[in-house]
T-cell receptor, first 116, second 114 residues
């Protein structure tokens, strides 16, 4: 079975440019998560969706960040305008029910973003 | 919110020895804990989980121990192999009822010396 699929795997962009990261969750999963990983702050939850509805976006750093989930098989995380401090690895993850019933959260391979 | 942390940022062990990675958490109401393994250039992978009504759970070469009294859990890896070299994270759910997000510790980098 295909896991969580993220694109692009690597992106280098100039400060001020718009960045769009994409995610396809595991088929049948109804929870989707966006995490950011940096050396300084570790893995941070940015936002998560249940059944395509954003449940908690309190981790989104600021208004420059936005996330959408137009359908059960696709989500985007957008940064506009990007800044060098946004450089990080962005992970998308999905699960069948979230953690409550012990359903595992499965992570994608990450999108490695560098803003110069 | 929940806070999880790890005692040591790095751990080096000899191949064949047992490894013990520790984690502390803050929320005594946490009812579920997970260990993830992250290899270089990859996303975190689920290793093993444990519910708060258990104090021990075993998998293949891995054992998780939970001590609710001191809010501590550990991951034990038996006969550590070079392929076990990775960063290990403990994670626990958010403190909101019904929350299905996870908070991660800072990770322990395990290096296996051949």
């Amino acid at each position: 079975d295909a896991g969580v699929i993220q694109s692009p795997r690597h992106e280098v962009t100039e400060m001020g440019q718009e960045v769009t990261l994409r995610c396809k969750p595991i088929s049948g999963h109804n929870s989707l998560f966006w995490y950011r990983q940096t050396m300084m702050r570790g893995l941070e939850l940015l936002i998560y969706f249940n059944n395509n509805v954003p449940i908690d976006d309190s981790g989104m750093p600021e208004d420059r960040f936005s996330a959408k989930m137009p359908n059960a098989s696709f989500s985007t995380l957008k940064i506009q305008p990007s800044e060098p401090r946004d450089s990080a690895v962005y992970f998308c993850a999905s699960s069948a029910k979230g953690h409550i019933s012990g359903n595992t959260i499965y992570f994608g391979e990450g999108s490695w973003l560098t803003v110069v | 919110g929940e806070s999880v942390g790890l005692h040591l940022p790095t751990l080096s062990v000899q191949e064949g020895d047992n490894s013990i990675i520790n984690c502390a958490y803050s929320n005594s109401a946490s009812d579920y804990f997970i260990w993830y393994k992250q290899e270089s250039g990859k996303g975190p992978q689920f290793i093993i989980d444990i519910r708060s009504n258990m104090d021990k759970r075993q998998g293949q070469r891995v054992t998780v121990l939970l001590n609710k009294t001191v809010k501590h859990l550990s991951l034990q890896i038996a006969a550590t192999q070079p392929g076990d070299s990775a960063v290990y994270f403990c994670a626990a759910p958010g403190d909101q009822t019904g929350a299905n997000n996870l908070f991660f510790g800072t990770g322990t980098r395990l290096t296996v010396i051949p």
